[in-house]
């Protein structure tokens, strides 16, 4: 595998890859990033993974700084996972100049849900994944379905600036105790570690009501999250909405085009996880 820290090195040496597979991470790898590098190896000749640490994506108070940069760490799972290009640029490369243009997200898909508790951040998502695609000019790229909402912002940025680029979602990847994978499960105390897979089973329960026909959503809405404040959980939103676009369902929209997402606390560990129904 390849390394880059700057541009030009890697654009030359895309030139003659082929069918160029983008991964982007922000690194402190783990099992459901490289199933991603396993998947891309499907879809073309080389695969491109990245590791930046975005900064437009966090809050003030949020957990830059404290985020785990392993790059030595993850270098050596992608060359294992079969990743052949690692772009992985200072800040500075990525941001030569204050970054004054922005990709805006529209507020249907950038206020609700993940966007009503993190103001701004899938106006930094967009435009690092921007960048990224203009400076590796993918011919697809691979996200996880752990993060719905980002996928789906993802995707529309693509279709709407006609990127001649393949969006492809990969399945998240669990724990065998159901918690998925992520990143911010490192932060979780061992006490707080037993206690994270409550959130997968409760959603797992609601989907079960759902596909039996219970159609009272908000009613399985609030039940998971009573449960989650009485297990020391400080639940943001639990909340069943339509697949296609993360609106509040109709009462006639089947299963099969919906999808439960939550986010919570837990201790200072912030989850997410979601489950299409």
């Known amino acids: 595998m390849k390394i880059f820290h700057d541009i030009a090195p890697l654009r030359a040496a895309l030139k003659n890859a082929g069918r160029v597979v983008l991964v982007p991470t922000m690194g402190n790898l783990h ?29 003030p108070g949020e957990d830059f700084d404290k985020y785990p940069r392993t790059l030595s760490a993850d270098a050596k799972y992608l060359e294992d996972a079969g990743a052949e290009f690692l772009f992985a ?13 922005h990709v805006d997200v529209p507020d249907e898909l950038a206020t609700i849900l993940e966007g ?18 203009q400076i590796v000019q993918p011919d697809a790229a691979l996200f996880g379905k752990k993060d719905y909402q980002q996928m789906l912002v993802l995707s529309a940025l693509v279709r709407e600036f006609n990127m001649p680029i393949e969006v492809i979602a990969g399945d998240t990847i669990r724990a065998e105790d159901g918690l998925a994978l992520s990143s911010r499960n490192g932060f979780l105390s061992a006490t707080e570690r037993a206690e994270a897979p409550r959130l997968h089973r409760l959603l797992e329960r609601l989907v079960a009501s759902v596909r039996s026909g219970d159609k009272k959503f908000e009613q399985l809405e609030n039940a998971v999250m009573a449960e989650l404040k009485q297990n020391a959980w400080s639940p943001d939103y639990v909340a069943i909405r339509r697949r296609s676009d993360l609106q509040a369902p109709s009462a006639d929209t089947g299963a099969g085009h919906l999808v439960v997402v939550a986010a919570a606390k837990l201790g200072s560990t912030r989850l997410i996880d979601n489950i299409e129904i």
């Open 89 to 101: 640029p200072a800040e500075d490369v990525m941001y030569p100049t204050p970054q004054y243009f």
């Open 116 to 133: 009503e508790f993190r103001p701004g951040h899938f106006r930094g998502v967009a435009t690092v994944v921007m960048k990224l695609f």
């Open 31 to 59: 099992e459901g990033h490289i199933t991603l590098v396993r998947d891309a190896r499907k879809h073309g000749d080389a695969v491109v993974a990245t590791v930046f640490v975005n900064r437009l994506q966090f809050r």
